[in-house]
């Protein structure tokens, strides 16, 4: 049984899709084991009450530093046995600490086609930009930002009246398939990396 953490910052839409396949059975032998979340207030707390998920909440500014608040998130995985941490609309950068100790073990999803339009608000830069296909990326997080091998991506056309709200709303429903799909190449060890290529066995 492969355990996941998700990690989440704030609606969750994305971390109820995953507990959803898990529970219609489409991730066989996967697991969703823990919720983190450095949001106290966010909604996906809600969902995962709801779901029946462990959560982990945390304040980052009661800590000292980064490393002091990520050493308790790796001792929270760690009890829990989590071998896969998928970052599912968490809004920090993953530090030393994390990484070191879940390595090549990350995932993250990202709504554009990195490498464009990296950090915040991606769906608001490619308005701004003017493209005509932005889409959905999951990449394995290494220690830059959206920098980390890509293991896969799916475009999504922008329309001429999109908005913000409406370009988002499509992005979401294909980031949902993705990130599921994802998680079970995953789980069936199917994800190999040489250099920066990832392969699919």
Known sequence: ???LAIFASG???NFEAIVQAVQDGKLAGVEVALLVCDKPG???LERAERLGIDAFVFQPKEYADKASFEQEIVAQ???REISLVVLAGYMRLVGDTLLSSYE???INLHPSLLPAFPGKDAVGQALAYG???TGVTVHLVDAGLDTGPIIAQIPVAVQEADTAETLAARIHAVEHELLVKV???LAEERVKLEGRLVQLT
């Open 1 to 3: 049984m492969r355990k």
């Open 11 to 13: 609606s969750g839409s």
């Open 42 to 44: 966010a909604k996906v």
């Open 77 to 79: 995985l760690q009890k």
């Open 104 to 106: 090549g073990k990350i």
């Open 131 to 133: 493209v005509k296909i």
């Open 183 to 185: 998680i079970g190449y």
